[in-house]
Nanobody, 120 residues
Framework: QVKLVESGGGSVQAGGSLRLSCAASGFMYSFSSVCMGWFRQAPGKEREQVAIIRSDGTTTYAETLKGRFTISRDNAKRTLYLQMNSLKPEDTAMYSC????????????WGQGTQVTVSS
């Protein structure tokens, strides 16, 4: 059973930084073959794709987040990361990691999410 567990969320003032982690387990194939991503959803808004990192290491970011957020992965630790810098109040949302084998989106597996709150 695939399990994705996020951590690292919290409350921070505008301009601050947070690093989110997503620990993955239960894949019946190599974690390195899994396409991973971060998504976020703010209250009253639709879920938004934040960043994707593919099995070959290539990345895609939401255009508005380029330069502030960095997605990365450690295949040996089966962990996905999201480094978030220069945070803004509008970054406040529930952040979730998601996965799908080989190609994504769409995503097959989702974590429960970790809350990020940025105050002005």
């Amino acid at each position: 059973q695939v399990k994705l567990v996020e951590s690292g969320g919290g409350s921070v003032q505008a301009g601050g930084s947070l690093r989110l982690s997503c620990a993955a387990s239960g894949f019946m194939y190599s974690f390195s073959s899994v396409c991973m991503g971060w998504f976020r959803q703010a209250p009253g808004k639709e879920r938004e794709q934040v960043a994707i990192i593919r099995s070959d290491g290539t990345t895609t970011y939401a255009e508005t987040l380029k330069g502030r957020f960095t997605i990365s992965r450690d295949n040996a630790k089966r962990t996905l990361y999201l480094q978030m810098n220069s945070l803004k109040p509008e970054d406040t949302a529930m952040y979730s990691c998601a996965a799908r084998r080989l190609v994504c989106p769409p995503m097959n597996y989702w974590g429960q999410g970790t809350q990020v709150t940025v105050s002005s």
